[in-house]
């Protein structure tokens, strides 16, 4: 256990060195100073007389920075004064053959790259190419007219995922070795076990049913866990923002679509395309609103994850932010806002308990959702029958009473 | 804090916010109003009270999602 623990410390030691190496290789600058900039902003004491202290603008731009897939894995940063902690990461561009470099070469959107005779420039965190190496896009420009190769780079977003990946990987391939020695798995295999066994009998059972949730039951196991270890991944310090990114959603709503569409059984298109038991001129109404019907489950879910984790961060983010924003905004005394910070920070504790229940609920929720939908393709049911015998007893009571 | 000019643009899409939020807040409501009526009335079937209540409110949740990012 104790090793354990070792383990993790070392990683973590390595990281933040490896990151830290990395800024002051580019920028030659000590962590600490980088700590002093960020009090004196607080303060206002970076900016020159006449200029405007819009704290505001900068909290919205970091908000909007972090809502976005970068090419960096970053910890910190302080734009305005080029200091940067963080990790470059690979680049993959398809551009008349594949080019793989270091993001390193951008130096943060600061230089235009050189590569095999072409020229990329990073312009808030997308890749164009450009002219020469003095073309540079302006930066007020937000959707310039440049060639945009065709852009396949590990992200931060792909390293969160991958990370995610190797996390489920090793927690439960540690759990599977158990069970060869043992039938009670020990250490964190106990926190695991119910929580498998739940999704099992809480999600997939009832809803798909005791005699077909087999087939199903690795998916909906692989996209709880990837969902709920994405969403914690998001509360730590690491900055990522995997589920919060409308991409990953649409990647994992459209898993739900393919499984539920090619697992879908006659029953499930007759209801779509024929709906039984009712008048002929309705079924054709039925069909577009039906088929219209499999494409907004999905679509459902891959909004309400993205929608939920982006408010999760915007809030934290937000609050965080109010502290500085009431400080150079508001101009109110030291003692109040010292009041101020303490408040919202304690607030901001309080949210980030809340994020800690969202994290779980949208898991839950996305594989709950999936297993009914799934439940509903593939369900066995004698509805026709149903349905006559319910018209002939309607007709019964009509002719009863007319 | 800035001029009022500048904030008149996005009035429209702040009561806008405002509204989904009142009517996704009677939503809810209503939702764990019932489900609580109901467990209350028959403790033994919680759970299935509880799943019924957390897919209908995920429903409402996206509906709300959903109208406020189109907004």
Redesign the interface.
């Known amino acids: 256990m104790f090793t354990a623990y070792l383990k993790t410390a070392f990683f973590a030691l390595a990281f933040i060195a490896f990151a830290k190496a990395n800024a002051q290789d580019h920028h030659e600058r000590q962590l600490t100073e980088g700590e002093q900039i960020i009090f004196d902003e607080v303060d206002g004491g970076e900016y020159g007389e006449g200029d405007p202290v819009n704290t505001k603008t900068e909290v919205d731009n970091f908000i909007a920075h972090h809502l976005q897939d970068s090419h960096y894995l970053t910890l910190f940063e302080k734009a305005d004064d080029h200091f940067f902690v963080s990790v470059p990461l690979p680049v993959l561009l398809w551009d008349n053959g594949l080019r793989v470099f270091m993001s390193s070469v951008f130096h943060h959107g600061e230089e235009i790259a050189e590569i095999d005779g072409n020229y990329y420039q990073l312009h808030h965190s997308k890749i164009y190419k450009v002219n020469g190496p003095e073309d540079f896009i302006p930066a007020d420009v937000h959707h310039p007219e440049n060639v945009k190769p065709f852009d396949i780079s590990i992200t931060k977003n792909v390293v969160t995922a991958l990370l995610v990946g190797l996390i489920i990987f090793l927690i439960f391939g540690a759990l599977a070795k158990q069970y060869k020695k043992r039938s009670i798995p020990k250490g964190f295999g106990r926190v695991l076990e119910p929580l498998v066994i739940y999704v099992r009998d809480e999600i997939a059972k009832p809803n798909i049913g005791e005699q077909k949730y087999r087939r199903f039951i690795g998916f909906l196991l692989t996209v709880f866990f990837f969902i709920w270890i994405a969403n914690l991944l998001g509360l730590t310090p690491l900055g990522t923002n995997l589920t919060g990114n409308i991409a990953v959603t649409v990647g994992l709503a459209l898993l739900t679509y393919l499984i539920t569409t090619f697992s879908a059984n006659k029953d499930y298109w007759k209801h779509i395309f024929w709906m039984p038991g009712v008048h002929w001129v309705m079924k054709i109404f039925f069909i577009p609103i039906e088929l219209l019907g499999t494409l907004t489950k999905p679509f459902a879910l891959l909004v309400r994850l993205y929608a939920n984790i982006t408010a999760g961060h915007v809030v934290l983010f937000t609050l965080l932010g109010a502290i500085t924003v009431a400080k150079t905004d508001l101009s109110i005394g030291t003692g109040a806002s010292v009041g101020f910070g303490i408040f919202y920070f304690i607030l901001a504790i309080f949210i980030t308990l809340i994020e800690l229940l969202v994290a779980f609920l949208q898991a839950y929720i996305f594989t709950l959702l999936s297993a009914l939908f799934i439940g509903m393709a593939v369900a066995e049911h004698d509805h026709p029958e149903h349905a006559h015998a319910e018209e002939d007893d309607i007709d019964e009571v009509r002719e009863r009473f007319v | 804090?800035?001029g009022t000019e500048d904030i008149a643009p996005l009035i429209p899409t702040i009561v806008g916010a405002g509204l989904i939020a009142i009517g996704a807040g009677i939503g809810l409501g209503m939702i764990g109003g019932k489900a609580m009526e109901a467990i209350a009335r028959q403790p033994e079937a919680a759970g299935k009270i509880q799943?019924a209540m957390?897919?209908i409110a995920?429903?409402l949740?996206?509906?709300a999602?959903?109208a406020?990012?189109l907004g």
């Open positions: 804090m800035q799943t957390i897919i995920a429903l949740e996206g509906f999602f959903a406020l990012l």
